[in-house]
């Protein structure tokens, strides 16, 4: 029987499970963090002290997250780069119909005033995308995914967590196997494909894994920047059209681009612990409301030679601000930051904006981003206002770093499959080739898609 190995359970390690296991294909699930039960044991118990299990696990990152489903084929990465705008439609809908399984909000329209804020933002010089969204909530979504994990074992696919996956293995420059470690012991795992979903988690070992094999490949750009957080009466009139709308700027004086994302109505700041520094993050919920908005607000940057690793680069800038912070996130107002002084939780506490997350370290963010980035930052900032009255003000409030890693993008074909070695396949937001729970979930599908395809086995999709 034709053996598969699909390494990391998120969603494009899942959904590529989910599809291939229906045909009774030899399937392996193997993720280095902990099933979801676990995660959230570990979370509620420690908060940001969790350490990995924020961003690694069965569901991937995006398990706490907000839950956000954005179904637009180029939202997240653009899968028109791989598929026509019409099969991308089908899988959507492939995607789309698996969460409304398990117990996701069927109904998903785009508002009817979103052309009104269409034609406002660009009076103001920024391009707003109205997009069908549907929102999870965090305190729901690990139950959504903890069902397709049942459903992927009831159609027996093997599950290891737990398990690192250390090396591929390939003969005559095609896949044949993969060395992984679990409980301390090193064994092989013989493969005919292996699909690599690795998420942000393991984005490192993706690039050591191509640098060993001298696989092509190039560096993807870092979106590096803040979380903003204001009351819920600033951004409501913007979050009852889009729950997490798309904004998209501009900066006159460098010509970065800036876009918002992952905007979180009544939601939480969040603290994610990568080990050796941190980030910060947001989400929000079904049944838990707070009072206020809080959403990303990033610089994407592009790197060339001599310095071109923005995996490495974005990981020191984390690492200067965890220093700076005593080990936790940077918490400034945005009137601190522009007055050249530091926070303190006295000038916190006589705002009226109250922190969602009080686990930081009030500080100046100017210590720890690059110059380049916060001059980008408040000036995007003060032209969202033109369209978000409010979101500039002195008690805004600021915490930092967040970034969002996209590591390295192998050469792959339009079928996700590496150039240099038949067989393997890489997917989802690790990957470099998409960036959100939806999309990552394309990658995965296409991939499967094409294995089925080369088996002689039928295809849903």
């Not at 117990?103 to 997009?131: N, W």
């Not at 939480?268 to 990303?296: L, R």
């Not at 150039?419 to 937001?429: S, Y």
């Amino acid at each position: 029987m034709t053996k598969i190995i699909v390494v990391g359970a998120g969603p494009g390690g899942m959904f590529a499970s989910y599809l291939l296991s229906k045909e009774g294909l030899d399937i392996t699930l193997v993720e280095m963090g902990e099933d979801v039960a676990e995660r959230i044991k570990h979370i509620n118990n420690n908060g940001p002290s969790a350490g990995p299990n924020y961003i690694q696990g069965v569901g991937g990152s995006g398990t706490f997250s907000d839950g956000k489903i954005n179904l637009n084929p180029e939202i997240g990465g653009n899968m028109l780069e791989f598929v026509s705008k019409n099969d991308a439609e089908n899988l959507i809908n492939y995607v789309d119909a698996l969460f409304m399984k398990h117990g996701m909000d069927k109904k998903a329209e785009i508002h009817p005033k979103a052309r009104e804020l269409m034609r406002k933002a660009m009076r103001a010089g920024i391009k707003y995308i109205p997009i069908k969204q549907k929102h999870i909530g965090s305190d729901f979504l690990p139950k959504i995914v903890s069902g397709i994990k049942k459903e992927l074992e009831d159609f027996g696919v093997k599950i290891m967590v737990k398990t690192k996956a250390k090396d591929i293995l390939i003969s005559n420059s095609k896949i044949n196997g993969i060395n992984i470690e679990r409980n301390g012991k090193e064994e092989k795992l013989d493969a005919d494909y292996i699909i690599l979903a690795p998420g942000r988690a393991g984005s490192r070992w993706l690039l050591d894994l191509a640098t060993k094999f001298k696989l092509t490949y190039y560096y993807s750009p870092l979106d590096i920047g803040i979380r903003v957080e204001v009351p819920n009466e600033v951004m409501e009139e913007i979050t009852e059209i889009n729950w997490d709308p798309k904004f998209h700027i501009r900066t006159k004086k460098y010509d970065d681009f800036i876009r918002t994302f992952c905007t979180n109505p009544s939601g939480f700041v969040i603290t994610e612990n990568y080990g050796k520094f941190v980030s910060v993050n947001g989400h929000s919920m079904k049944n838990k409301f707070s009072n206020n908005t809080n959403f990303a607000f990033l610089v994407r940057m592009h790197l060339t030679e001599p310095v071109e690793n923005t995996t490495l680069y974005g990981e020191s800038v984390c690492k200067l601000a965890t220093t700076i912070g005593g080990g936790k996130a940077i918490l400034q107002r945005l009137g601190d930051l522009k007055k050249g002084r530091r926070s303190t939780w006295e000038r916190i506490n006589n705002s009226y904006v109250e922190p969602t997350n009080k686990d930081v370290t009030p500080g100046d963010l100017s210590m720890a981003l690059p110059a380049r980035i916060l001059e980008d930052l408040i000036e995007g900032l003060d032209m969202l206002a033109k369209i978000i009255p409010g979101v500039n003000e002195e008690t805004t409030l600021l915490y930092g770093p967040e970034i969002k890693f996209k590591s390295i993008r192998l050469t792959v074909s339009k079928k996700m499959e590496t150039k240099e070695i038949t067989n393997l396949f890489t997917v989802g937001d690790g990957a470099g080739v998409s960036g959100g729970i939806v999309t990552a979930g394309i990658t995965g599908l296409i991939a499967a898609r094409e294995i089925l395809m080369r088996e002689g086995k039928k295809c849903e999709i």
